[in-house]
């Protein structure tokens, strides 16, 4: 054989070996620091354990004291949120109430106006409550004051 068939086996019969021997190389590093990490501890997980080990019942008494200290406070939020509910739902039907009202009202504006000078109609008695802080404007709206007269 010749000199660059020599040199290309013996090339690559290298390569292979060095690949092989850093593959191997690599392995055991990894399992190394796996290991190592795996034999670490934060320090709260230290603390924690320091705590246990020196008075297990009064470690367990304060997880016991945190989470009812958490329970109290998932349970403040809920009632916060049941009132915020409330609330908006009080919210969302006296609205609805005020649309209805006013929608009524229109509509009877609008029956009233298909006949000629007739004034303005108030809301019916139940619907003059809820409109009562929109009628003035409205009545102004579509019956504009005059000016004054000299």
Do not use: C
Not at 102 to 122: C, G, K, Q, S, T
Not at 131 to 138: G, K, R, T, Y
């Amino acid at each position: 054989m010749s000199d660059e068939v020599w040199t290309t086996l013996i090339a690559t019969g290298g390569t292979i070996v060095v690949a092989y021997i850093g593959q191997v190389a690599a392995k055991r590093v990894i399992a190394q620091r796996k290991s190592k990490r795996q034999h670490e501890v934060s320090e709260d997980e230290a603390e924690a354990v320091d705590r246990y080990t020196s008075d297990p019942g009064q470690f367990v008494r304060d997880v016991l004291k945190s989470n009812d200290q958490l329970t109290k406070r998932v349970e403040a939020a809920e009632d916060k949120a049941d009132k915020l509910q409330r609330a908006f739902d009080a919210f969302r039907d006296k609205d609805r109430k005020f649309r209805n009202a006013l929608a009524r009202w229109f509509v009877d504006i609008m029956a009233a106006f298909e006949h000629n000078n007739i004034d303005m109609p108030y809301p019916r008695e139940a619907d003059s409550e809820i409109l009562a802080d929109v009628i003035p404007s409205a009545l102004e709206a579509t019956q504009p004051r005059r000016p004054p007269r000299r």
